[in-house]
């Protein structure tokens, strides 16, 4: 997908800088507000504010920081309007948070970084905790680490320490440790978005691969518990919530302060590149890549992303394209005999710019290389766990429908991206952890965005676009799996898609730590839904 990689960024009260958030779009009109939330007796702010700690902020409506605060990163959620939004300043204001919240009824929802939930789950019109200020990070080397291997240029040190990160780290904050100290833990590519949703959903980036994913690192995590009771978990202490927290998602199990992560050592470089084809080489061109990635599945070293967009320039013409980039853990030379077949593809211009952009660069420089934002302004997604290529048919009905794109004036445009797996991801056991899709060769993320400015008749229009691109690719059948971490508010059984056969011990966990469903939302473990869509019921089965 076409990402722009400007981050238009300022500042709020010392917290995560805000990306994009030049005021509430004017189409957003606010949710009705539950009186019971909004109208609580200022009796009970105080005896909150009273418990927290120097460090932490008590944001109420009506202040400027609030409205920048409690603005959602995808701004198709900016309607809804936290009661007060809480920035802890310690751990124990998060429990202090959750004690208070479950005493007064009040819906608690946490939040890492900007809310970059797809779906609207990093907001709520109660209590939104906001853990930005929660940057601590702590390095622990292992004192007598493994031999470090030889992948070419580049030697690899699999087990080289522990990395501590508090709930409020996000993608960016690792890479100065990347670039000085060589430490690394597979991350996402987007440097705004929070590990702690990263790693709690899975965590996929272009290592996972070689490393695993994020939650594969995973070696403990503090969780704050509905009761307000901390508990540090791990392989052996409380083991089945340490199970739930790789791959369960968030806000199903308590808030997460802290992660601590088994981190890998690089030294030396790594083999990128980034392809791009106009619209008369795009179907060859993808069909090229995703036989390459299915005949490199158990090659750990091979990790790549190919997309396919539509956007509008600046003259409002419609321009369609493919792409492909990635990283390849040896030679420069090895990684272009990989990609032959895709790089026989297009004009000689395309070739020619296509082979020259696969070059040595160091870890670090390749982490900023592939590196985006998600879409901004307003958008929406879907994915799915693709386990074989798009076959020929549908290579041409997502080309059609590139061409058919309503279009709208965001310049992110709309678009399909294949996450390449396998490697060490497919080399864990699916029950192993939560995070249950170990067969896929790809999974495969459906966009569509529309600027804040738009009329109401494009979010519309864009939303059936998708709807019916998304449907077409599946041939009109459910997916074989979706990404917990692309959650999709329509996805009829997201239960299934989301988690598979874990679904049912994730509910026994939740059961278990979280027994009164005081964390909850419309996909939340456990839930059944309801007409306001916040408070839910035990699902049976």
């Given at each position: 997908m076409s990402r722009r990689t400007a981050l238009r960024a300022g500042a709020v009260a010392g917290l995560v800088p805000t990306v994009g958030l030049l005021g509430r779009p004017a189409g957003a009109v606010p949710a009705p507000l539950d009186p019971a939330?909004?109208?609580?007796?200022?009796?009970?702010?105080?005896?909150?504010?009273?418990?927290?700690?120097?460090?932490?902020?008590?944001?109420?409506?009506?202040?400027?920081?609030?409205?920048?605060?409690?603005?959602?990163?995808?701004?198709?959620?900016?309607?809804?309007?936290?009661?007060?939004?809480?920035?802890?300043?310690?751990?124990?204001?998060?429990?202090?948070?959750?004690?208070?919240?479950?005493?007064?009824?009040?819906?608690?929802?946490?939040?890492?970084?900007?809310?970059?939930n797809y779906a609207g789950y990093s907001t709520t019109p109660g209590l939104l905790l906001v853990a930005s200020r929660l940057r601590d990070i702590a390095v622990a080397p292992n004192p007598a680490p493994a031999p470090p291997q030889r992948y070419g240029p580049i030697e690899v040190t699999p087990d080289a320490g522990l990395l501590t990160v508090a709930a409020g780290v996000v993608n960016a904050d690792l890479r100065p440790l990347l670039q000085q100290q060589g430490i690394f833990v597979p991350a996402g590519r987007c440097p705004t978005v929070g590990v702690a949703g990263l790693v709690l959903g899975g965590g996929i980036g272009f290592s996972d691969k070689m490393f695993g994913l994020t939650c594969d690192r995973l070696a403990a995590t503090a969780v704050v518990l509905a009761d307000g009771t901390t508990t540090t978990c791990d392989e052996k202490t409380d083991p089945d919530l340490f199970w739930a927290c790789r791959g369960g998602a968030g806000n199903n199990f308590g808030v997460n302060t802290a992660f601590t992560f088994r981190y890998v050592r690089l030294q030396g470089e790594v083999a990128y590149f980034q392809l791009r084809w106009g619209a008369d080489s795009m179907?060859?061109?993808?069909?090229?890549?995703?036989?390459?990635?299915?005949?490199?599945?158990?090659?750990?070293?091979?990790?790549?992303?190919?997309?396919?967009?539509?956007?509008?320039?600046?003259?409002?013409?419609?321009?369609?394209?493919?792409?492909?980039?990635?990283?390849?853990?040896?030679?420069?030379?090895?990684?272009?005999?990989?990609?032959?077949?895709?790089?026989?593809?297009?004009?000689?211009?395309?070739?020619?710019?296509?082979?020259?952009?696969?070059r040595q660069v160091t870890p670090a420089q390749a982490a900023e290389l592939l590196s985006a934002t998600t879409p901004v302004q307003q958008f929406a997604a879907k994915s799915a766990v693709l386990r074989a290529p798009l076959d020929d048919a549908r290579l041409a009905t997502l080309v059609a429908g590139l061409r058919q794109w309503p279009g709208s004036r965001?310049?992110?445009?709309?678009?399909?991206?294949?996450?390449?797996?396998?490697?060490?991801?497919?080399?864990?056991?699916?029950?192993?952890?939560?995070?249950?899709?170990?067969?896929?060769?790809?999974?495969?993320?459906?966009?569509?965005?529309?600027?804040?400015?738009?009329?109401?008749?494009?979010?519309?229009?864009?939303?059936?676009?998708?709807?019916?691109?998304?449907?077409?690719?599946?041939?009109?059948?459910?997916?074989?799996?979706?990404?917990?971490?692309?959650?999709?508010?329509?996805?009829?059984?997201?239960?299934?898609?989301?988690?598979?056969?874990?679904?049912?011990?994730?509910?026994?966990?939740?059961?278990?730590y979280d027994p009164t469903d005081f964390f909850t939302y419309p996909q939340g473990i456990g839930s059944c839904g309801s007409v306001d869509g916040y408070a839910n019921r035990w699902c049976p089965r």
């Open positions: 939330l909004h109208d609580l007796p200022e009796a009970q702010w105080d005896a909150l504010q009273r418990r927290l700690s120097p460090a932490a902020t008590l944001y109420r409506r009506g202040g400027a920081s609030y409205e920048a605060l409690s603005i959602p990163f995808n701004h198709r959620y900016a309607n809804v309007r936290p009661a007060a939004i809480l920035a802890a300043g310690t751990p124990d204001d998060v429990a202090v948070a959750v004690n208070w919240a479950r005493d007064v009824g009040m819906p608690l929802v946490p939040r890492s970084s900007l809310g970059h179907a060859a061109a993808l069909a090229a890549m995703q036989h390459v990635a299915a005949a490199r599945i158990a090659d750990r070293r091979f990790d790549c992303r190919i997309g396919a967009g539509v956007t509008l320039d600046a003259a409002g013409d419609r321009q369609v394209y493919a792409d492909a980039l990635g990283q390849f853990y040896g030679y420069a030379d090895e990684l272009a005999a990989i990609l032959a077949p895709a790089l026989a593809i297009g004009t000689p211009a395309e070739r020619a710019a296509n082979r020259a952009s696969i965001n310049p992110d445009g709309a678009g399909v991206a294949l996450f390449c797996m396998g490697g060490r991801i497919n080399d864990v056991p699916p029950d192993a952890t939560a995070f249950v899709h170990r067969d896929a060769l790809f999974i495969m993320a459906t966009e569509a965005s529309w600027a804040d400015d738009d009329p109401p008749a494009t979010e519309v229009a864009s939303v059936s676009w998708l709807t019916a691109l998304y449907d077409a690719l599946l041939a009109g059948q459910p997916p074989h799996g979706a990404y917990q971490n692309f959650p999709d508010p329509d996805l009829a059984d997201w239960r299934r898609a989301y988690y598979g056969d874990n679904y049912q011990r994730l509910v026994e966990v939740k059961r278990k």
